[in-house]
């Protein structure tokens, strides 16, 4: 990030960078009247002053990044602590300012919240070979053990990879099978369809610009006809669910040249050849009427054999739940259906984020209580929070419930040159040096973790950077045996010393 001096934000910026700002109050307040303008302000002023050397590589100051993603999550009405942590989740990297210097104003809850982004980051930089090794998923995962950081995350990625065309070719390249590998996947996990939509889209457009261009050449010479098809499908399916009182959203899906790419591999066939390229959603109330508009659809037009999934009796394993079906349509084309109710494709949309919604609208709980314990079996510690909120619990207690528990079992350090090294939790540095080789903890006297010197015997944390200090004459004593927690180092430790004694 190169700091000149002419890299100062001009007064016009200024103004602009205001502007974005009481947008992102704006939309805020929509959802969350009761938000702490002052904090934000406050936050706001903090990452400006931080950044105000920095541009990014369009030559926009850097202040807008962070702006933008707290812009994204807005669209999940995050609390206060994940907009703040969003403002000033690049200020402990490219600048002087330490975790104690934003405890002190922010407090420990958002500090930790940019501290472990910052982990995050640094997981960015370390060798190819760990990263491909697809360590990488996990330790973001247990890395993160507060959703909101994931959530940060995802939004992060989002807006570098809206920007990613001002990077130079093989900085794109990288990022762009990055983001393919970890972050769409990890999107998708989440069930935050419509971050991994566009993550997807957006690799898929830098991976094989050609190809996207063909396939959106095609969509866009399509698009007149298929507007007048969408059109006169709304209007039919409109009509008769009203005769049988069916109150429902009718919408038009447009799809992403990513998926009909899939589509066109998977199934090995031309562009001309898919059948399926208008879709809607029919949105309903309950799962009675979302049965009932099924019944109507099939009665009014041919179903196209073997297209028929039920995925509210039998929900897939990421919870998605909804029926489709696909139907001969008017000038018979193949018209691909989803029929959901509003509560299904809000979490399908949203995923594990769309629980701060049901925290604010009560009066869809009556509709949405059913589903929502439907859906979130594959999430045990998703329904507790459900349950929480319907006991009326508080948000930090929401927040707490919504930690991530997997891979509990596992700390992920590294090397002070990168190498991620997997130890079983509540291991230590006697145990990281015996990971490393027998013979760095056959003389390993100290230890530095994330540049501090340390006892051998603290317990390391996930993304912890642990340095081994060794003399050449050392030896391990007995006693280790007692503080290792992995069979390797306890083995070595105790050859050692019985070699010595006999
Ligand atoms: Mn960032």
């Known amino acids: 990030m190169g700091a000149t001096p002419d890299s100062v934000v ?18 805020i307040k929509d959802y969350n009247p009761s938000t702490n303008h002052t904090l934000l302000r406050k936050a706001y002023l903090y990452a400006r002053s931080a950044h105000v050397l920095q541009k990014r590589s369009s030559g926009e100051p850097f202040l807008t990044h962070p702006l933008n993603v707290a812009l994204i999550l807005t669209e999940f009405k995050v609390d206060d602590s994940t907009i703040v942590a969003a403002l000033l989740h690049d200020v402990l990297e490219d600048t002087a300012i330490l975790p104690e210097n934003l405890s002190a104003i922010f407090g420990h809850e958002i500090t930790s919240l940019v501290s472990s982004l910052t982990k995050l980051k640094r997981l960015n930089a370390v060798s190819k070979e760990v990263f491909q090794a697809r ?71 830098f991976l094989n610009p050609k190809l996207h261009a063909y396939i959106t050449r095609k969509l866009n010479h399509n698009a007149q006809h298929t507007l007048m098809l969408v059109t006169k499908i709304e209007d039919e399916l409109t009509t008769k669910l009203k005769a049988f009182g069916i109150n429902a959203d009718v919408v038009g899906r447009k799809k992403q040249p990513y998926s009909i790419w899939l589509k066109m591999e998977r199934k090995s066939i031309s562009f001309e050849q898919l059948s399926d390229l208008i879709g809607f959603r029919i949105l309903v109330h309950s799962v009675i009427d979302c049965y009932t508009v099924l019944g109507i659809v099939h009665t009014t037009w041919t179903s196209v054999p073997g297209r028929f999934k039920d995925y509210i009796s039998t929900p897939k394993a990421n919870d998605y739940s909804a029926i489709h079906t696909t139907i001969v349509g008017p000038l018979q084309q193949r018209v691909e259906l989803q029929i959901r109710t509003f ?17 604010d609208q009560p009066e869809d709980s009556l509709d949405s209580a059913a589903p929502i314990e439907h859906i979130s079996r594959a999430y045990h510690w998703l329904r507790e929070t459900v349950a929480l909120i319907g006991e009326g619990q508080s948000v930090e207690e929401f927040v707490e419930h919504t930690k991530l528990a997997l891979f509990q079992d596992h700390v992920f350090c590294f090397t002070p040159k990168g190498q991620l090294i997997t130890l079983p939790a509540g291991s230590n540095s006697i145990d990281f040096a015996y990971a490393v080789h027998t013979d760095v903890g056959n003389s390993a006297v100290g230890t530095k973790i994330n540049g501090r010197y340390s006892t051998m015997f603290a317990q390391l944390s996930n993304g912890d950077e642990v340095q081994i200090l060794c003399s050449p004459r050392a030896k391990p004593p007995y006693e280790w045996v007692k503080y290792a927690k992995t069979a390797r180092a306890k083995t070595a430790i105790k050859r050692v010393n019985f070699k010595s004694v006999v």
């Open 10 to 27: 001009t007064a016009q910026e200024d103004l602009d960078l205001e502007e974005s700002f009481n947008t992102l109050i704006a939309q």
């Open 135 to 205: 360590n990488f998923r996990k330790v973001l995962l247990a890395m993160a053990s507060d959703i909101r950081v994931l959530l940060i995350k995802l939004a992060d990625r989002l807006h570098n990879m809206r920007t990613l065309r001002f990077l130079d070719p093989n900085d794109q390249h990288r990022i762009a099978i990055e983001t393919t590998e970890t972050y769409a996947p990890l999107a998708a996990r989440m069930g935050v369809q419509t971050i991994r939509e566009e993550l997807e889209d957006l690799s898929f457009a």
């Open 343 to 359: 509560a299904m494709h809000h979490i399908a949309e949203h995923g594990i984020a769309a629980h701060y919604k049901y925290k």
